[in-house]
């Protein structure tokens, strides 16, 4: 029986999450009964979008929960046995006990465990529909993409370009543009602090855009709209720059009217959506991450004793690519 | 050698088209000559979108063109003779030559001639195939409608109703409002005005939206989106509410996140493609008008020189259904 060091939610963060709002507790983790199944976690995830739970959803006092994928140590549950690779959302803990629903299969020979936290997880499939499905790309069309140097758009920027297609991007500094040219392969990318969205794109796109990846709105989804062409599609998967920090929203953009004569279709969609074509997905990803196509950058804490320290690196600019806690060897 | 008048572009509207905008013109047609038609308009539609095209499309100083309906007066064209009555894209003229690509034969024992620039022409189409095909109504959803008085609105929402669907629409007056429920057969309709657009949402279908069918932009596609159903879709006819700001375009819905976590689906369209289904469309309409589950109005206007106070009419509210100018006798 395995004791397990877990860390709980010790004080809502004010500002900036600090070490004080967290608590390592050391708990015992019991063999599993009937059914049930003893994971311990390899690699758990630190995402931005923690803060905000943390504000009312995770409760004072109890262990924190994250993406994660563990190992099977122990299991008197039928679907698994000891040395499954499994993806859980029980991260922030060593040990856990499940009854098997909330655990999903990986295969960890078809790319690094640690993939299935970040391209060949929930950011990848979110890419992945949103732009195959949701987008409907054609191969060789032109794209744009938003926050292109994020988990998503980096994901979307290189399928695209897997498709022959023109792929444009925008980030928020210079390094991330030369990045995206250099390390991701985008044909042109931009800094939409310091230039003008529109202009942009018209100059990296003189004939339009038939798929805008919609992650930011604001004045990037007006020049999109300017500039798409006929049956054009924005996929929106989110709207970041959309929310001010007194919580309300600002206006969307003036040029909606552009959807009508072009035909242009705006469709939202979340991940959970694409829940059919997650084995196409990790099959095509698995093959695009062995032949190089698709490349990613990860930041790797060691130790459970640095999720914290992991987390708050998020608001500091520390990671470069998805930000990951590993808790044990492989 | 008829003499016929005709309607030019003077200016470019800033703001609401005013009579300014406007110069009549004579002109001498000739007889036809070979391979050529002479047709006589009798109806001459005006619309909305022709707001839109005097910003760039139509050229200063000379004739406006729109749908109309004429008969053939001369003809040297073996496709055409005397008598023939003709849909065509020449209206804002009395008489006009042809050499026949642009006259399409219409069949005057249908229905009423001036159906042919309504229900059963591109408003109705408009209608049919925005709901239909762009707004993949299945039977029995709930379907809300702005501008539900008017040519396209009206026809929305009747089609919706033969379709066993629960319809609310939205109008300008207490008096459209009525004509909804007791003329078109609306389960729901309530006046922009003086009620608040969510609220009445949210009571004439506590379950929510299907489809919405765009056609004025502003506060009530804000409500929609707020109110729309898992997978909604919001065909894009028109948002009429933003067509004659000056300088500045209105910005959009604060709400457009709704489009995420709800899959919703915003697509615009012009009449234009539905050419594949125009001919199940005219079978469909001349039947539901004539077993009266489609209804319709016109205002018509008597002769050219009405036709620009027909035009600003538009966008006052001065018309109840279809507006139209009479050119001639039929």
Redesign the interface.
Known sequence: MPSSKEIHLKSRPRGLPTADNFEFVEVDVSEPGENEVLVQNIYMSVDPYMRGRMREDFALGEVLAGGAVGKVVASKHNDFQAGDYVSNFSGWREYFLSNGEDLTKVDASLAPLSCYLGVLGMPGLTAYGGLLVTGELKDGETVFVSAASGAVGSVVGQIAKVKGCTVIGSAGSDEKVAELINEFGFDHAFNYKTADPLTELRKAAPDGIDVYFENV?GIQLEAALTHMKINGRIP????IS?YNDAGT??????????????????????VS?FGAQQPQFVEDMAGWIKSGEVKYHETIFDGIDSAPTAFMGLFDGTNNGKMLVQLADQ
């Open positions: 709105g929106i998967c989110g709207m959309t929203a600002s206006p969307g953009p003036r040029n909606l009217t552009e959807t009508i004569y072009k035909f242009i279709t705006m469709k939202g969609f979340v959506g």
